[in-house]
């Protein structure tokens, strides 16, 4: 003869709060567990969250000196964050094979121009800093191009 038990459990999730449980399996007794829609709060709702203007393509962006979230367009995080074109700073007088770049790069969003030309053998020191295999000598162009982290 088998007997079902069953009983529904709901939890409301509060922010920051830690939930420990323990399921255990014996005999007499099976728990199932069940998905359900925890998120039930709009991001309105939340706390340092600031909805202004919802438009397609919008995304949350941390805002540190306010700290909180704020919905900004794509295209414009993307420019705010991506530099084109920037000249880096050798390290020594020319000639040079290091340079330090005006902000710490993403990884591998470093794309380096030699005289126009994209170069693929440069070696990645740091988050600031490449070198060649060569020297760049005076009239060589150096440019390059990423994403702030």
Not at 71 to 78: D, M, R, T
Not at 122 to 138: C, L, P, R
């Amino acid at each position: 003869m088998s007997t079902e038990v069953t009983q529904n459990l709901t939890v409301d999730f509060v922010e920051k709060d830690l939930i420990v449980v323990d399921f255990i399996e014996k005999d007499l007794i099976t728990i199932d567990i069940h998905s359900a829609d925890i998120a039930t709060k709009t991001l309105g709702g939340l706390k340092n969250v600031e909805i202004e203007g919802l438009e397609d393509n919008d995304v949350l962006t941390y805002i540190e000196e306010d700290d909180e979230w704020q919905n900004k367009p794509l295209v414009e995080i993307v420019v705010a964050e991506s530099i084109f074109g920037e000249t880096p700073s050798n390290t020594t007088a020319l000639p040079s094979k290091r340079f330090v770049l005006s902000n710490a790069c993403k990884d591998d969003t470093l794309r380096v121009y030699f005289n126009g030309i994209r170069e693929k053998n440069i070696t990645v020191h740091s988050n600031t800093e490449f070198s060649f295999g060569i020297d760049i000598i005076t009239g060589d162009e150096i440019t390059v191009d990423y994403i702030k982290e």
